[in-house]
């Protein structure tokens, strides 16, 4: 799709999902996958400023107005907030903002329910409006007057208009849907919808049984009577309002982010929703200094907190095939975000898994990341399911059409075909991958590529590649110099230890560890070669499965010709003696921590085995070295109390070569 087509659709999908949320208080997406499509739009929008569109949803502030109530013009736009995501985000917002003023911040909690300025003359309450488009909102005064945590009469007799959020607290939603549970009524589908709702409805007597409750967070032209916005809060305390206690005094960006991890924790244990912080600058005579956007005032942003589950749509079930042949089928998401990343697919690992929690495209499911990495389908929101099909697994490959086949006893399905182009090119990935044979500049785009035009159908060709130098330089998005750079990395490849090279080779079961402790035991793929099964299962940690896998592979002709190749190729099949028993790292164990510039963790861990040293995780009096890179935190705090020598990375390399 071309990046008009894909903004056009966008905004429309956003605005969609506008006038379902504001208009109709039907939600079609979650928060989190709505904040993903805007994100999207905006960067989009960013790059490519020749589409822009004053109509785009990026610049207008709310959704539209009902016809229901009175529409009142606000006295000034009530604006939204820009959104950060992570710490790295808000340290931006910061450090922009402290390029024109003193870093002095207030930091709150972003309750999620829906805005309302309120106007009061003389002490009175005369006005209550919702946001609606930013510019008119809707006359919700009759409403808001149920509400009994706002004020009817102020402490004092001043004209003031005030801005905050309504919202329904736990206890109060769980009663409301309670009710409409036992009527049979359509339940709400979290509490600010609810909130929503209610402040829709025309007969405030129902409004007034719903428990609603308020913040109050700003005052419109607070000059008047205050400076900053700390003292602004308890002003409003001052005059009978309700403001939420947490609001906190920062004035560094660590400050603040400490802040908001405090509300991280403590909004779980909360009887409300909140859905982030905001933070806000304090001195109000900077924020004309620090300006606004369309849609925005730049002195101000919200950290939206991460959700570790969000929910979203399963568009479609597609399958992957590993370099194993086996069957991964994933799910194709609505893009949404999770723990700070967007997702938009996610793996539903086998037909099992899937028949066990019946999921089906269309499904509304949510999803989490596993191990905090890999997004995964945790559920099925039934209560919105449409689709009445089943899901079916497919009967063969997807990409070579050979028909499946299910192992006894395994809940995967694999392709059978030796030949299948995802499975080759899959080998290959695993082959060149950083974890394996690490070669820079070979990864899945350009062995896809490679793959097409037929320069590489096996791992063995990748070492007769040097021989089509000037084929390569021709293709499209190569050119001599990164060609040159692949094949170095080639090169260079040949040098990586044995038990790498075995590992590459993506003999089933297996991995890094069991190839380190296979190429240890047996020092040379000769040794291997002679090796009976029993001697291979006789190995301390190896079992069967491990050792028929590895003892039928070596019987395999193919097999045996690759690895003739790639011996002759120069690539170790053997344990490189080095005289290690000398060096200083020889017998130590070492801590890593921190960030390094020059060495992966994985990397620096090999060269400290490979020197005859051991890495572990924890620091402790055992611990003879610490090798620290940037932004060490508690490990490095530790090894200094206990004495431990420390080691930074220039050291440690000068050291790796001594
Ligand atoms: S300040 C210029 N403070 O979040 C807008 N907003 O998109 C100033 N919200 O519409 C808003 N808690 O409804 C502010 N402590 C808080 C808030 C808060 C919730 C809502 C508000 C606003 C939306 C931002």
């Given at each position: ?29 979650s928060d989190a996958a709505?904040d993903a ?48 995501f992570n710490r ?24 999620d ?77 979290n ?69 908001i991890e405090?509300f991280d924790n403590l909004r779980k244990t909360?009887?409300?929703d909140t859905d982030g912080a ?25 950290y939206k907190f991460q959700a570790e589950i969000a929910e979203t ?20 998401l609505?893009?949404v975000v999770v723990s700070g990343t967007t997702v938009?697919?996610a ?18 499911v949510r999803i989490h990341k596993a191990g905090e990495i890999i997004p995964e389908v945790i559920d099925?929101v ?277």
């Amino acid at each position: 799709m071309d990046i008009k087509t894909k903004i056009i659709e966008l905004r429309q999908q956003i605005d969609a999902a506008n006038q379902a949320y504001h208009t109709l208080d039907q939600p079609l997406i979650s928060d989190a996958a709505y904040d993903a499509l805007m994100n999207e739009l905006i960067e989009l929008e960013t790059m490519y400023p020749e589409y822009d569109d004053p109509s785009s949803p990026t610049k207008k502030i709310g959704g539209q107005i009902l016809d229901k109530f009175e529409k009142v013009t606000h006295t000034t736009p009530m604006m939204s907030l820009s959104n950060v995501f992570n710490r790295e985000e808000l340290y931006k917002f910061v450090e922009r903002v402290e390029e024109v003023v003193t870093s002095d911040f207030v930091v709150e909690l972003k309750i999620d329910g829906l805005a309302v300025a309120l106007r009061y003359e003389e002490g009175i309450l005369i006005q209550a409006a919702t946001r609606g488009n930013g510019i008119i909102g809707e006359d919700i005064t009759n409403n808001v007057k149920t509400i009994k945590s706002i004020p009817l009469k102020l402490a004092k007799p001043i004209s003031i208009e005030v801005r905050g959020e309504i919202f329904m607290p736990h206890k109060s939603f769980h009663r409301l849907n309670q009710v409409r549970e036992n009527n049979n009524e359509s339940l709400f589908a979290n509490p600010r919808n609810a909130a929503a709702g209610t402040m829709r409805q025309l007969d405030s007597q129902i409004v007034a049984q719903r428990g609603l409750d308020v913040y109050i967070y700003a005052i419109v032209d607070p000059l008047q009577y205050v400076t900053n916005h700390y003292d602004a809060l308890n002003f409003l305390k001052s005059l009978g309002f309700k403001v939420n206690p947490y609001a906190t005094l920062a004035n560094n960006k660590e400050a603040i982010y400490a802040a908001i991890e405090t509300f991280d924790n403590l909004r779980k244990t909360l009887p409300y929703d909140t859905d982030g912080a905001v933070i806000k600058v304090n001195p109000y005579d900077k924020y004309d200094v620090i300006g606004y956007t369309a849609k925005s005032p730049k002195w101000a942003t919200a950290y939206k907190f991460q959700a570790e589950i969000a929910e979203t749509t399963i568009t479609s079930i597609t399958f992957q095939v590993g370099r194993t042949g086996v069957i991964t089928p994933v799910a194709e998401l609505e893009p949404v975000v999770v723990s700070g990343t967007t997702v938009s697919r996610a793996t539903l690992h086998n037909e099992d898994y899937i028949k066990l929690k019946d999921i089906r495209i269309n499904d509304q499911v949510r999803i989490h990341k596993a191990g905090e990495i890999i997004p995964e389908v945790i559920d099925v929101v039934m209560s919105q399911r449409i689709n009445q099909q089943p899901f079916e697994m497919i009967q063969s490959c997807p990409i070579c059409q050979t028909p499946l086949r299910r192992l006894e006893g395994e809940a995967d399905h694999y392709c059978m075909n030796e030949s299948c182009d995802a499975k080759m090119i899959g080998q290959m990935i695993h082959f060149a991958s950083r974890v394996a044979m690490d070669i820079d500049g070979l990864g899945e785009k350009v062995i896809e590529i490679l793959y097409e035009r037929g320069f590489i159908k096996t791992i063995t060709d990748i070492y007769k590649l040097s021989q089509y130098q000037e084929s390569l330089e021709t293709l499209p998005g190569f050119g001599p110099k990164k060609v040159e750079k692949l094949l170095l990395a080639i090169e260079q490849s040949k040098s990586q230890p044995f038990h790498k090279v075995l590992f590459g080779l993506g003999i089933k079961h297996i991995g890094a560890k069991v190839s380190k402790i296979i190429t240890q035991h047996f020092q040379s793929i000769e040794n291997m070669y002679q090796a009976s099964l029993e001697d291979i299962q006789n190995i301390h940690e190896i079992g069967p499965e491990i050792a028929n896998s590895l003892f039928s592979m070596l019987k395999k002709p193919d097999f045996v010709e690759m690895i003739r190749y790639l011996k002759s190729a120069g690539l170790n099949f053997e344990n490189v003696q080095k005289d290690i028993k000398s060096h200083a790292f020889n017998g130590k164990t070492f801590v890593l921590t921190g960030k390094l510039e020059n060495y992966s963790r994985d990397q620096a861990s090999d060269i400290i085995e490979s020197l005859g040293g051991k890495v572990t995780s924890s620091v402790s009096k055992l611990t003879d070295y610490v090798l620290a890179g940037s932004d060490a935190g508690s490990k490095l705090k530790k090894a200094e109390a206990l004495g431990i020598q420390i080691l930074d990375e220039a050291t440690f390399k000068d050291m790796t070569h001594a």
